[in-house]
DNA sequence: TTGTGTGAACAACTTCACAGCT
DNA sequence: AGCTGTGAAGTTGTTCACACAA
């Protein structure tokens, strides 16, 4: 995971990383109330919708302020706001994506990027063969062009979409750059210097993952359990 | 998330869920090693490979029994095959993808897909003009056909990679054909039964966890006074 | 010496349960 | 009466530091 934040002196006023992380579960559970007719929200229904308790969702919003009124709930249209400044959402951000395999035109074509101030300002591969080409309506860039596009651009966020022997390679330049967050899709572990922000998605850890407790199901967990614990399978 | 753990309460002997998570990064660092020269590791040597500190190394290793050789370190071919056992990759798991757009496509692509145990044995799509269609080798069947494919190529893993609006349909019809761990793509909270595990990849909620660090490092570092004094409105 | 394995201290996160406001 | 906000208790995960084996 991403190095933990918390500012380089004094008190720390941060918000739980693990929040952080909830945050936009209950801003996409929010906006989809907002279409309906929803006023308000209780932290139970919030807490239904985002698929988590609602002791939680109480303790995660505390950490924004107290923008619920008690016996009521919370505004949703004031939550939706709150929740997307703390996520630094009322602003617009400039993303580059490296790498255009079958993966970065999925994420080039992803909706939900524009979605909530993202913005792909550049598209970038090595492949001389495809640069020029359109792709979701943005023009593909050449990787030596990256240092001028993420300064013209203003672009702060990379997204890595490239084979894992290029990765680290691709990292480095776009650090380099000026960029100072990356998430990354390639199958290896990067390094980062300080001040930079660092994710990753790995869809093989995923599975393996999923692959134990897979395993679990099937091995007759322990002996004398009574009636056989019916392992569907 | 994925529920807690499925089965009975007995003597937890089990791995803690965030080691599990690592044990997936430690194989790869260790399946790099052992195309090198290297006979054994020491768990610092497999921390810096891994992104992580020596002690969380030895303390997860651990779990799995005592595996290390105290003054020398451990044997990578061993610590390979004990990692993999324990993640149930020792046998092939088939996997349907249901959901054939961008990201579908993009996923059964996926070389590191194959790559350790995992299977492509069915993709799935509600298009009629897709099915018949391969896709990576593999012939596109329709979502109608799923009881019978899950049945008959015993495949116990769903990648949902559809749009959103579809994915708790598709999330439940995997569910019903039998499938008993999901991984879903689409940007939507999914609710499955006891005993199915699920687990979730979010693009969108990775950006904005990202676009949350990136706006605290523009925000100079010490306005901390704001909320300290009573009531923040 | 070197580097594992682990009890113990520490830190982060979750859940409980209820006081207090509306 | 209903629902938030939050101390306190409980749980899980991380780091320390050192005994001990090779």
Sequence with gaps: MAQSRTGPRGTDRGIPEATVARLPVYLRALVGMSEGAAGTVSSDALAV?????????????????????????YDVQYLIYQISRELGLTQDWA???????????ALANYG????????????????????????????????????????????????IATPAHAA???????????????????????????????????????????????????VVTDLGDRAAAGAPR
Aim: charged share 25%; proline share 1%.
């Design 49 to 73: 919708a985002s698929g988590v308790n609602s002791a939680k969702v109480r303790k995660d919003l505390s950490h924004l302020g107290s923008y619920g009124t008690r016996g009521v709930g």
């Design 95 to 105: 993303v580059a994506i490296v790498g255009l395999g079958n993966l970065g035109h």
């Design 112 to 159: 939900g990027f524009v979605d909530r101030g993202f913005r792909i300002a550049a598209l970038v591969d090595t492949d001389r063969a495809r640069v020029g080409e359109k792709v979701a309506g943005v023009v593909v860039s050449h990787l030596d062009d990256l240092d001028r596009l993420v300064a013209e651009r203003a672009i702060s966020i990379g997204v």
């Design 168 to 218: 680290q390679d691709v990292c480095d330049r776009l650090v380099v750059a000026g960029v100072t967050s990356v998430l990354n899709f390639a199958p290896v572990v990067l390094s980062v210097p300080d001040g930079v922000d660092l994710r990753k998605v790995d869809l093989s850890i995923e599975l393996q993952i999923l692959s134990f407790h897979e395993q679990r199901k099937s």
